[in-house]
């Protein structure tokens, strides 16, 4: 058995240890504590940096899966409901045909429903580019945004710029040691 076995064997005992003490755990200051504790204990200290460094591959696994799986059931679920939105449309222009048709009246009585067929207020469809109409039927909307990429631009030569924060949030990243025989 290489080495590199050995060592995956073993830290992935360390890892699965690791994960089940953090599923156990109420909150964050727990998983804190466990991730802390882990990577303290001098003696095997390499092997808890695979196994931590394992957990969060998994819980990153984890969150890629599930959010998968969501990704899927709002797609399942939007489907279902534009299927009921258009049966819904089709029975509604099933019974305005039938009022223009004579066959119903504009309040239509059930033994414990009321069908009533009312007319929406006016609205306006713009068939011409918003600019073409008389300036009295038209408005503009200015929006006005920071622009973070100058601002940043501007930290980076040293220039400030009033009312603004430019800073640099830390990120672990886990990698695959290349040296592993």
Request: one cysteine or more.
């Amino acid at each position: 058995m290489s080495l590199a076995t050995q060592v995956l064997k073993y830290s992935s005992k360390r890892a699965v240890e690791l994960w089940n003490l953090i599923k156990q755990a109420k909150d964050e200051s727990d998983i804190e504590i466990l991730t802390t504790s882990f990577l303290q204990h001098k003696s095997d200290r390499e092997v808890a940096i695979d196994a931590v460094a394992e957990v969060a591959e998994q819980i990153d696994a984890e969150i890629s899966a599930i959010s998968a799986r969501k990704q899927y059931l709002v797609e399942l679920h939007n489907r279902a409901i534009e299927r009921l939105k258009s049966k819904k449309e089709t029975i509604d222009k099933t019974i305005i045909k039938l009022y223009e048709a004579g066959a119903i009246a504009t309040s239509t009585e059930g033994l414990s429903k009321t069908i009533k067929i009312k007319t929406n207020p006016p609205s306006c469809e713009v068939l011409i580019p918003p600019q073409n109409l008389p300036e009295e039927y038209r408005y503009e909307k200015v929006e006005i945004r920071a622009d973070k990429k100058a601002i940043t631009q501007a930290w980076k030569q040293g220039i400030e710029v009033e009312g603004t924060e430019v800073f640099q949030k830390q990120r672990v990243v886990y990698e695959l040691n290349r040296d592993i025989t």
